[in-house]
């Protein structure tokens, strides 16, 4: 028994969709892992990024009122 083009073309959609929504699955699943094993990490880089910025922000607005002083 033949199938048309157009039923194959269908069942071709809902396989790479189905292969697609697994694969996207899998890649969460991985970098939920990766974060899990770096959480220290991340969190001390986090707290890094405030501190530069804050005192970036800080030093900014000293040398804008001194300059407009």
Known sequence: MQTSPWR???HH?????ALAGRALARRAR?????ARARRRTALSQL???ICFGS???????????L???
Do not use: C
Request: no cysteine.
């Open 8 to 10: 194959r073309a269908v």
């Open 47 to 49: 707290l890094r990024g």
């Open 55 to 65: 005192g970036s922000g800080l030093i900014t607005l000293i040398v804008f009122w």
């Open 13 to 17: 959609v809902r396989d790479t969709a």
């Open 30 to 34: 991985r970098l939920r892992g990766w």
């Open 67 to 69: 300059t407009h002083r």
